[in-house]
């Protein structure tokens, strides 16, 4: 049975907004001044918090628990408890996408504890809420790129969902002006209705001494005589990880260089990559998963970061490259240019030469843009993307629509 359960040893979490407002009195100690603003608001938001520990979405998630000013978040109790800012935490254990989470959605409890917006995260919404919906859209990649689904039927399982979103959310959120650009281009819709809110960087992503992250090269067995090289992210065919490999072999001086591969597609030597067709296997290390810790690190040793991704709907590693003081080229599609600015570098990512001539280009550019990127960094923060979440869910909340 669903149910509301015991937030703090006295306090028993209550259903009516006065006791709302009093039970997140006691956590304000651990809330963010961002936070401690919204309680002074009062609309109730809920938030689908299920994805918080996943990568991608799941960061933007946790910064937003943070600093919105939830009252309520749906989710697994054990992922939500250290969330104690939130006064209400409704169980709702589900994998994503498809029938099963529509089932399993709490409509019940979460009607009872009478929401003013529901904030869902993704396009994955509850299709027989009735209450007013805040969506957040990060990227169309699933209609942009069908043809790297595995089956026909995802195709129209997000072709469908996504124009669910168009009709029935209240207010949607895009994370760039290139994903609500793609919105309006599939799918027929009031503009004013998307709001651009773009997201931050973490504070952890710093610039660190090199006695700080010195240790990186005995634990993962790296050349110190090389310039090294960093990619971050996934195999998934749109990040076009091949493209980068292929623009390296053709790099002037490579043998120099040393490409780093973060993530977790990279722990143990795949066979989906391209080094030993491409004589690059002595020259590219696959790292694997690394701790958040080490993540911070290797931005900060690297000495370009590369992003060859089709399409993005953000682009969250180039602003951690940058925070770091790491020199980025990338992509100079989608929605990479937004958040590249004029610090970043960029090339062509069908065209193998173009990556090659950007590596060869920027490979010694680190130190030379500092104040640059610095002040370019600062536009991002995750502070800035809640207050506007909060300013949109607190407009709709007091709107008739």
């Known amino acids: 049975m669903i149910h509301l359960y015991k937030k703090h040893p006295r306090n028993y979490v209550f259903c009516n907004r006065t006791s709302y407002f009093h039970s997140t009195i006691k956590a304000s100690k651990k809330m963010s001044n961002t936070a401690k603003k919204a309680q002074e608001i009062a609309p109730k938001i809920a938030i689908d918090a299920r994805m918080v520990n996943k990568s991608g979405i799941g960061t933007c998630i946790q910064h937003w628990l943070k600093d919105v000013g939830y009252a309520i978040a749906l989710g697994d109790p054990k992922e939500l408890e250290v969330y104690d800012n939130v006064a209400t935490h409704i ?11 529509q089932l399993k959605f709490p409509y019940r409890a979460l009607r009872k504890q009478k929401p003013d917006v529901l904030h869902v995260p993704h396009c994955n919404v509850p299709l027989f809420y ?15 790129y069908p043809e790297f689904l595995p089956f026909k ?8 969902i996504f124009w669910f979103v168009s009709k029935r959310a209240n207010k949607i959120i895009t994370v760039s002006e290139s994903t609500k650009r793609d919105l309006l281009r599939f799918y027929k819709m009031d503009e004013s209705k998307i709001k651009v809110i773009p997201l931050g960087v973490g504070s952890e992503f710093v610039k660190k001494s090199p006695c700080e992250i010195d240790y990186l090269y005995e634990k993962f ?11 971050v992210g996934n195999l998934l065919p749109h990040k076009n990880l091949n493209g980068l490999l292929e623009g390296f072999a053709q790099m002037k001086g490579k043998e120099n260089c040393q490409l780093l591969l973060v993530g977790k597609a990279f722990s143990g030597r795949t066979t989906a990559t391209r080094e030993k067709e491409l004589g690059l296997e002595s020259l590219t290390t696959h790292v694997g998963m690394v701790s958040q810790e080490d993540l911070v690190a290797f931005y900060n040793l690297a000495d370009l970061f590369v992003l060859p991704s089709l399409y993005e709907g953000f ?3 180039v602003l951690e490259a940058l925070a770091c003081g790491t020199p980025v080229i990338c992509s100079n599609t989608s929605s990479l240019p937004e958040v590249g600015g004029n610090v970043a570098k960029y090339f062509d990512p069908k065209d193998a030469t173009s990556i090659a001539r950007a590596l060869e280009n920027s490979i010694h550019d ?13 536009n991002f923060t995750w502070e800035k993307c809640a207050e506007k979440i909060r ?5 709709l909340a007091t709107s008739r629509k």
């Open 130 to 144: 009735r209450g007013k919906m805040l969506v957040t859209i990060h990227d169309l990649t699933h209609l942009v």
């Open 391 to 395: 300013r949109v869910a607190t407009e």
């Open 153 to 160: 039927l995802v195709h129209l399982y997000f072709k469908f």
């Open 366 to 378: 680190k130190g030379k843009y500092d104040a640059e990127i610095k002040e370019w960094v600062s």
């Open 221 to 231: 067995n790296l050349p110190r005589n090389k310039k090294i090289l960093l990619y």
């Open 91 to 101: 169980p709702f254990i589900s994998s994503i996408y498809g029938y099963k989470e």
């Open 315 to 317: 682009g969250l590693p």
